[in-house]
């Protein structure tokens, strides 16, 4: 079972733009549904975006314009691209694979979790 890795978080100012890698690890991220999730500080995990295997992407309507999901599948990396980032999308972000062709948005219907990146937007 493939296991998603995710790097790229950090300590940045409103306004500026940060990447986000979701790495496939022990496996390839093909014929999978990739999606990010996010967990505020005393917040519910929510769904932020993400890819299907034929390469449509999501977004949540909160965040779309701003965030972007795309893959490198010669990399096995999928990528959270956020951009105009605001003190709100501060979280961890998680990344996680399912075996089906939809995004879902419940977190349940995902079996494989990367262990999240901080993301920490200040004002």
């Known amino acids: 079972q493939v296991q998603p890795v995710e790097s790229g978080g950090g300590l940045v100012q409103a306004g500026d733009s940060l990447r986000l890698s979701c790495a496939a690890s022990?496996?390839?991220?093909?014929?999978?549904?990739v999606a990010w999730f996010r967990q505020a500080p005393g917040k519910i995990r929510e769904l932020v975006g993400g890819i299907n295997k034929n390469g449509g992407t999501y977004s949540v309507p909160s965040v779309r314009g701003r965030f972007t999901v795309s893959s490198d599948n010669a990399k096995n990396t999928v990528y959270l691209q956020m951009s105009d980032l605001k003190p709100e999308d501060t979280a961890v972000y998680y990344c996680a694979s399912r075996p089906h062709d939809t995004v879902a948005s419940n977190e349940d219907a995902y079996n494989s979790w990367g262990r999240g990146t901080q993301v920490t937007v200040s004002s």
């Open positions: 022990g496996g390839t991220f093909r014929s999978t549904t």
